[in-house]
């Protein structure tokens, strides 16, 4: 059976802990000898198109990276043409993209493992390397209080997920309006032991938190919205004050590119209590434990 990854609900406990452990597996096997990996690309990406062609060299295979316009989806061809041809080359497929409904059609099709790197509705691969840092850095997080403060959007959705997977307390900050609804918080209570609580004050949501997470308030596609969001946002860019309120020894977390004065202050993005290098570091440890685990490996 061919084993897609979208979503990190895709994964049970057990699961999420395999592809964690094998993050940090220093030889794993390359189970991707001899194999194309297609990388499409409709969203630009640092981290993301670094992280996975190096973690796809590391298995052994060869990355293909392409951009959106080159396969120009339901534009020159279907998703699924795309996909089906691409499935004929490759040993795996991964996609970037702007709709969640690309990737999903993408993995309903394909002959070979489909990775989401990245959707409107998820990131699964960020999660990963984000819960990877904050075991490195703050042991297990079963029972910690994990703070996403910001826009409730496809990062905070998939951290979340992991976390109540691995047993912590997620505690959300958002605006009314850039917030999970109450069917939202009641999937997400639904999924593990771990519980998720959200307020509407940044402040309130990173008392006692080991871990403090926010993301750009303006995502790749909302560049129209900015002057709105700035305003929406004022109070919840994480600054000192609010990382004093935080749990002694908390570290701060971001998925990057970050913009300093914004979301966060300068102070605390290149201060002591940021893994932020680190955790984009790690993108390439998840992924490489990420793909090694849809290829098989365990």
Same mark, same amino acid.
């Given at each position: 059976?061919?084993?897609?990854?979208?979503?990190?609900?895709?994964?049970?406990?057990?699961?999420?802990?395999?592809?964690?452990?094998?993050?940090?597996?220093?030889?794993?096997?390359?189970?991707?000898?001899?194999?194309?990996?297609?990388?499409?690309?409709?969203?630009?990406?640092?981290?993301?198109?670094?992280?996975?062609?190096?973690?796809?060299?590391?298995?052994? @295979?060869? /990355?293909?990276?392409?951009?959106?316009?080159?396969?120009?989806?339901?534009?020159?061809?279907?998703?699924? #043409?795309?996909?089906?041809?691409?499935?004929?080359?490759? @040993?795996?497929?991964? =996609?970037?993209?702007?709709?969640?409904?690309?990737? %999903?059609?993408?993995?309903?099709?394909?002959?070979? /493992?489909?990775?989401?790197?990245?959707?409107?509705?998820?990131?699964?691969?960020?999660?990963?390397?984000?819960?990877?840092?904050?075991?490195?850095?703050?042991?297990?997080?079963?029972?910690?209080?994990?703070?996403?403060?910001?826009?409730?959007?496809?990062?905070?959705?998939?951290? =979340?997920?992991?976390?109540?997977?691995?047993? %912590?307390?997620?505690?959300? @900050?958002?605006?009314?309006?850039?917030?999970?609804? #109450? =069917?939202?918080?009641?999937?997400?209570?639904?999924?593990?032991?771990?519980?998720?609580?959200?307020?509407?004050?940044?402040?309130?949501?990173?008392?006692?938190?080991?871990?403090?997470?926010? #993301?750009?308030?303006?995502?790749?596609?909302?560049?129209?919205?900015?002057?709105?969001?700035?305003?929406?946002?004022?109070?919840?860019?994480?600054?000192?004050?609010?990382?004093?309120?935080a749990a002694p020894g908390a570290g701060?977390?971001?998925?990057?590119?970050?913009?300093?004065?914004?979301?966060?202050? %300068?102070?605390?993005?290149?201060? /002591?209590?940021?893994?932020?290098?680190?955790?984009?570091?790690?993108?390439?440890?998840?992924?490489?434990?990420?793909?090694?685990?849809?290829?098989?490996?365990?």
């Open positions: 059976m061919t084993r897609h990854f979208l979503d990190i609900t895709d994964l049970t406990v057990d699961e999420l802990g395999t592809i964690l452990d094998l993050a940090q597996r220093p030889n794993l096997a390359r189970s991707l000898a001899g194999l194309g990996v297609a990388l499409i690309f409709e969203k630009p990406s640092n981290r993301t198109r670094h992280s996975m062609e190096m973690a796809v060299v590391q298995l052994g @295979g060869h /990355p293909v990276y392409t951009r959106g316009e080159e396969v120009g989806l339901d534009v020159r061809e279907t998703v699924e #043409d795309v996909t089906n041809v691409m499935a004929g080359y490759h @040993g795996m497929l991964a =996609a970037r993209v702007f709709r969640h409904d690309t990737v %999903a059609r993408m993995a309903a099709v394909s002959a070979v /493992p489909v990775v989401n790197m990245l959707s409107d509705w998820s990131h699964p691969l960020q999660a990963l390397a984000d819960v990877l840092t904050m075991q490195q850095v703050h042991g297990p997080i079963a029972g910690s209080t994990v703070a996403y403060v910001g826009d409730y959007n496809n990062v905070a959705r998939s951290l =979340a997920e992991a976390c109540v997977l691995l047993g %912590a307390e997620v505690s959300l @900050g958002c605006p009314v309006g850039y917030c999970a609804d #109450d =069917a939202e918080l009641d999937r997400l209570n639904g999924l593990g032991v771990g519980r998720v609580r959200q307020v509407h004050r940044a402040i309130e949501a990173v008392q006692g938190a080991t871990a403090v997470h926010t #993301d750009t308030w303006t995502s790749m596609g909302q560049e129209a919205e900015k002057a709105e969001r700035v305003k929406v946002f004022e109070g919840y860019t994480v600054d000192e004050a609010m990382m004093a309120a701060f977390y971001h998925c990057m590119p970050a913009y300093r004065g914004y979301e966060v202050a %300068a102070e605390v993005m290149d201060g /002591p209590q940021s893994h932020c290098i680190r955790q984009a570091h790690n993108r390439l440890h998840a992924a490489r434990g990420a793909l090694a685990f849809v290829m098989g490996e365990r």
